[in-house]
């Protein structure tokens, strides 16, 4: 006996992190990074240096590499010197990884709500959102600058979820970076975790993660995540 659309699930929300996740723009992160700093005389940021940074907002970073560095410019002028690079190169270039670009059409198609949350400014996802047309399928979108705290705090995961109307723990978050994962558990919501760094998999933080990908974007696949999906989900 076929279900009535009465009793039937509602297709699962899905909040997508943007750098790293969808999108590899940590090199363009990484080389505006780099260019901001030899402007401040800092000529030896490696890209291991870098990497210590993923899944943390840029202003955050920012503030620590201030100290780090002993800068005297003000974060605000960094920020905007960061910023200004990066969307050159972001607007130039930004790689959509293919299956994740598979698994949102797949979303899309099926109808699950959808929003991105980025610990990035509105400008620079903006601009990556455009530059590879996925701004058509991800129309919600919350900054890091449009709430009070970064990941790891809840604040853009949640805001997302209130932005989309759902139920925070109906949600499902996709993210590379253990901050971010942190903030999902956080927020109450299931997480897909997808180490961009895939040293980094044996983070306590994707612990929380309801199914992770220890090889990041090499194993990942849009059908094992959306099968995944498709799972009842156990109550506690």
Known sequence: MNASPASRVPPTPVIFDLDGTLVDSEPNYYEAGRRLLAGYGVADFSWEHHTRFIGIGTRETLEILRREFGLDAPVEELLAGKNRVYLELARAHTEVFPEMRALVEQLAAAGHPMAVASGSSRAAIEA?????????????????????????????????????????????????????????????????????????????????????????????????????????????
Not at 134 to 151: F, I, N, P, R, Y
Not at 190 to 214: K, M, N, Q, S
């Open 128 to 236: 990556v959102l455009a530059g590879t047309g996925l701004d058509a399928l991800l129309t919600t979108v919350v900054s890091a600058e449009e709430v009070a705290h970064g990941k790891p705090a809840p604040d853009v995961f949640l805001e997302a979820a209130r932005r989309l109307g759902v139920d925070p723990a109906a949600c499902v978050v996709l993210e590379d970076a253990a901050p971010g994962a942190l903030a999902a558990h956080r927020a109450g919501m299931r997480c897909i975790a997808v180490p961009y760094v895939a040293g980094t998999a044996g983070d306590p933080a994707f612990a929380h993660a309801g199914l992770l990908f220890r090889d990041g974007q090499r194993e990942f696949t849009a059908r094992a995540a959306y099968a995944w999906l498709g799972r009842p989900v156990r109550s506690s």
